[in-house]
């Protein structure tokens, strides 16, 4: 095509400031951080799906944790696989592929993820002594029974009070929101310990947990954001299920995904 004259082109403006991409420098500007917690289905990490996906947002500027949970038969198209839910990209290539997964569905970069097995989350919620939660109505699974009110309870009751879904009148929804019920009390709990019973905690869960932390970044991620245990909020993935060549999915529109863009940005 042909040359502009000078006169018309645009006049070039300064390009916005990116933050760093590094993660500890990120964590001294007001960049929001987002992390990626990953929980299978199975005793040993690698194997299986991927039961729980719940995506953290930490707001230095309003000092606010915004917790996501995207329900696992979200479905998605994942690249050489077609339409599938989105939890099968874990049996595809692990967290590594999970985690793109999720960048792709939301359009946001995860700055670190945490993989963890069902059998770690077990033993997680047996090193810190246990968690409280408050059951909306009564339910029970796997030989766990859960009556109405605030109750303390540990790993094997956790696991179950996490996962079932088939008595929830909100279905997956309802599962999200207990599951991340656990994961705040954790949270809390993890909170109350000191740096060096916290590195004590994780060093035993070794074998059931993979991650891109470095332990210097979890010591200066809880300095920088003490108020992510104080400050919460949740939000949920609107959607529909529905049942295409006799699979069910939970199918999300582009509109929603752009709110959830906007939302955690």
């Given at each position: 095509?042909?040359?502009?004259?000078?006169?018309?082109?645009?006049?070039?403006?300064?390009?916005?400031?990116?933050?760093?991409?590094?993660?500890?420098?990120?964590?001294?500007?007001?960049?929001?951080?987002?992390?990626?917690?990953?929980?299978?289905?199975?005793?040993?990490?690698?194997?299986?799906?991927?039961?729980?996906?719940?995506?953290?947002?930490?707001?230095?500027?309003?000092?606010?944790?915004?917790?996501?949970?995207?329900?696992?038969?979200?479905?998605?198209?994942?690249?050489?696989?077609?339409?599938?839910?989105?939890?099968?990209?874990?049996?595809?290539?692990?967290?590594?592929?999970?985690?793109?997964?999720?960048?792709?569905?939301?359009?946001?970069?995860?700055?670190?993820?945490?993989?963890?097995?069902?059998?770690?989350?077990?033993?997680?919620?047996?090193?810190?002594?246990?968690?409280?939660?408050?059951?909306?109505?009564?339910?029970?699974?796997?030989?766990?029974?859960?009556?109405?009110?605030?109750?303390?309870?540990?790993?094997?009751?956790?696991?179950?009070?996490a996962r079932m879904r088939k008595s929830d009148p909100l279905g997956d929804l309802g599962r999200n929101t207990r599951q991340q019920e656990v994961v705040r009390q954790l949270m809390a709990a993890l909170g109350q310990r000191s740096t060096a019973d916290l590195?004590?905690?994780?060093?035993?869960?070794?074998?059931?947990?993979?991650?891109?932390?470095?332990?210097?970044?979890?010591?200066?991620?809880?300095?920088?954001?003490?108020?992510?245990?104080?400050?919460?909020?949740?939000?949920?993935?609107?959607?529909?299920?529905?049942?295409?060549?006799?699979?069910?999915?939970?199918?999300?529109?582009?509109?929603?995904?752009?709110?959830?863009?906007?939302?955690?940005?």
């Open positions: 095509l042909p040359q502009q004259p000078a006169a018309s082109a645009p006049v070039p403006t300064a390009a916005p400031a990116l933050a760093p991409t590094d993660f500890t420098s990120r964590l001294r500007t007001s960049a929001r951080i987002h992390l990626l917690l990953i929980a299978n289905d199975q005793e040993t990490l690698g194997s299986g799906r991927a039961d729980v996906l719940l995506v953290l947002t930490l707001d230095p500027r309003a000092r606010l944790l915004t917790l996501l949970s995207i329900p696992r038969d979200t479905r998605i198209t994942l690249p050489g696989r077609g339409q599938v839910k989105i939890n099968a990209a874990y049996a595809v290539g692990g967290a590594t592929a999970q985690t793109q997964a999720v960048e792709r569905f939301l359009g946001i970069p995860m700055d670190k993820y945490v993989e963890i097995s069902l059998g770690g989350f077990r033993e997680a919620i047996d090193l810190v002594g246990g968690v409280d939660v408050n059951p909306k109505f009564g339910f029970q699974l796997d030989g766990s029974v859960f009556r109405p009110g605030k109750v303390h309870i540990g790993g094997e009751q956790a696991l179950a009070y590195q004590s905690l994780l060093s035993q869960l070794a074998a059931h947990l993979r991650t891109n932390f470095s332990p210097s970044e979890v010591v200066r991620l809880r300095a920088v954001h003490a108020y992510l245990l104080e400050r919460q909020r949740t939000a949920h993935v609107q959607g529909v299920n529905r049942k295409i060549n006799g699979i069910w999915f939970y199918l999300v529109s582009d509109a929603e995904r752009r709110r959830l863009h906007l939302l955690l940005q």
